[in-house]
């Protein structure tokens, strides 16, 4: 079997480099496509505000006195055409902790 000449190696070695780069290429592209967007953030209603901040200022308290104690708070019951403050109160006590 004839040994292959040099410069048709070289070819060979400068397909499969432009190959994996373009691989490389494609699949960071893919990747940065795919990142899927943050919905959008819903505004927060002044109830809800109001009773967050009571919440932290209740926490600041506890902490203040020492106390490292668990606080139990509720996010309040549906009624009809009131808020339910249940999502913004667990996504604010979870960026606290």
């Known amino acids: 079997m004839p040994m292959p ?18 691989g490389v290429a494609a699949t960071a592209a893919l990747n940065a496509s795919s990142t899927p967007d943050r919905p959008p953030e819903e505004p927060v209603s002044a109830q809800c505000r109001a009773y967050i901040a009571e919440v932290d200022r209740q926490l600041a308290e506890a902490e203040q006195g020492g106390r490292r104690d668990r606080v139990q708070a509720y996010a309040g019951i549906r009624n009809s055409g009131e808020d339910d403050c249940d999502d913004e109160l667990a996504r604010h006590l979870r960026e606290i902790r």
């Open 5 to 22: 000449r040099p410069r048709h190696r070289r070819t060979w070695i400068a397909t499969w480099a432009v190959l994996c780069a373009g």
